[in-house]
């Protein structure tokens, strides 16, 4: 859910902010499922139980929709603060040097979040798949916050003789391949867990250990 259930007043009716957020959790939804270029706001208008006209009220387009649940999930989810930048696991690891708590902890966030949200990855995944505006503007706003939040960290360690000089970009794009990877077998391919079953923390310490025996340095 984007927001908590909508609530009417004592006559019944919806106050134009409800109504708003009804067909914005009513696009999501139908979004989630069957994508952008799947969606028209025939099917928006009848899932918010709204008239096409009261969907065109609120927003002029469905592009203007689209992005209006982008902002929705970041305001509901703190993604203007981006949550690792919040995780005090996170920041204790870094100020301290310890590297897997670093990555560790980073993985286990990431990995739990994205089991806890499915319908927004959905949604992400339609949209990289369809083109559409709102996949480069998560990746902007978002993905590339982790590039640079890692990244400088990676760049700290390589400074200080513990990592290897590679570009820190590849090591967090390895990373994240493990991480993301992982959640698309379990959200698309693989629900069932058939290849491989094992927990978040699991994931996450293996996908941590696998990342920093590649970027330590080696030690004759």
């Not at 002029?60 to 929709?65: G, N, P, Q």
């Not at 590039?147 to 290897?164: C, P, S, T, V």
């Amino acid at each position: 859910m984007i927001h908590e259930l909508f609530k009417c007043d004592h006559t019944g009716r919806m106050s134009g902010d409800q109504r708003r957020e009804q067909i914005l959790q009513s696009a999501f939804d139908l979004f989630s499922r069957s994508g952008f270029s799947g969606t028209t706001t025939k099917d928006i208008a009848r899932a918010s139980g709204v008239s096409e006209a009261m969907v065109f009220k609120h927003f002029a387009s469905k592009d203007e929709l689209y992005g209006a649940i982008l902002e929705a999930k970041k305001c509901a989810d703190g993604l203007h603060e981006f949550p690792w930048e919040s995780n005090e696991a996170i920041l204790d690891a870094m100020s301290s040097g310890d590297d897997f708590g670093v990555f560790y902890n980073f993985a286990l966030q990431a990995l739990t979040k994205h089991r806890s949200d499915v319908a927004f990855m959905r949604l992400l995944f339609y949209s990289a798949l369809e083109e559409h505006e709102l996949a480069e503007r998560f990746f902007g706003e978002f993905v590339a916050k982790i590039y640079e939040f890692l990244g400088d960290y990676i760049n700290k360690r390589q400074k200080e003789g513990a990592f290897r000089e590679v570009d820190p970009k590849v090591i967090v794009r390895s990373f994240l391949g493990m991480i993301i990877h992982h959640s698309l077998n379990n959200i698309l391919w693989d629900r069932n867990r058939r290849i491989l079953d094992i927990s978040d923390e699991d994931a996450a310490k293996n996908f941590t250990e696998i990342v920093l025996h590649g970027a330590a340095v080696v030690k004759s």
